[in-house]
């Protein structure tokens, strides 16, 4: 064999190798993403923390601590005992108010009574000061009867566009209303804020919704918060890119925080999955809210 040969023998199979190792480390980086998408990313989950200074707060409010879930999807990658693991943490936390962003159930599963009796058993531990209230998700009216009677009886005040004074330590309430699901059309933004129809419009106005879009609707409402859920902030994010995909009612507004006026705007990016029992880049969470009112 001349030189000539060898030498391009050589740059064969020096090229061969390149290849071998380039699909290697390609098959273990998906491999990797497969296990931190369907095991890292789905079974733990973080706090997020957030301070919110606002002057229309009353000062008997000052420093009060709000707690916010949302979509559970139970029974997707949540199952009993994370959510257990969830309820101690809040109540760790100790908050005056919790608030549920709805979608406690998936639309493709298929739940039980024990089940149901589960959740109510879990969800009526959790720990408050002032109140629990919640609002439906789309997938919750798949089980309209079962959803009521496990916020009722676990201690939330479901809120169907109405609304509630929250008295706490002083004469001065603030506001807060529930809208429906607007993916079901049964959002009523009107009946939601009619208590300003003839009352004082300077309280502090807390809105609680599912489909954070809806806030398009409420930009000219003077909101002081606004929390909503559903968007899960995309499930699957791809760094400096962002989700690879938006559920309809979070096309506008899906990430964790939005300023629109003088209203903030945070969603939740929920504690479940749904379509595929798979997150990337995406931790399961729930927020922590501290509200000063200087």
Known sequence: MDIET?????????????????????????????VLGKYYYTENFKVREYGITNHNLPNS?????????????Y???????????????????????????????????????????????????????????????????????????IMNNSGFKILKNNFDL?????????????????????????????YFEENDSNLFKLIVMHEPDNIKNLKNKNIDLCLAGHSHNGQIKIPFIGAIHNYKGSKLYYDDYYQINNTDLYISNGLGTTLYKFRLFNMPSFNLFRLYSK
């Open 75 to 149: 029974n997707t990658s949540v199952d009993e005992n994370f959510l257990k693991r969830v309820v101690n943490e809040i109540n760790e936390l100790k908050p005056e108010i919790v608030i549920f962003n709805g979608d406690l159930f998936d639309q493709n599963i298929k739940y039980t009574d024990e089940d149901f009796k589960k959740l109510t058993n879990i969800l009526n531990k959790i720990d408050y000061v002032i109140g629990k209230y919640a609002v439906f998700g789309e997938n919750d009216y798949k089980y309209e009867k079962e959803y009521n009677e």
């Open 6 to 34: 060898q030498a391009k023998e050589n740059k064969n199979l020096t090229k061969k190798n390149k290849l071998f190792w380039l699909a290697l480390i390609t098959l273990l980086f998906i491999v990797l993403l497969i």
């Open 166 to 194: 929250i008295y706490y330590q002083g004469s001065i309430p603030i506001f807060i209303g529930g809208l429906d699901s607007l993916l079901k059309e049964k959002s009523d933004i009107n009946q939601t804020l009619s």
């Open 61 to 73: 409010f000052d420093g009060i601590k709000i707690i916010q879930f949302s979509d559970v999807h």
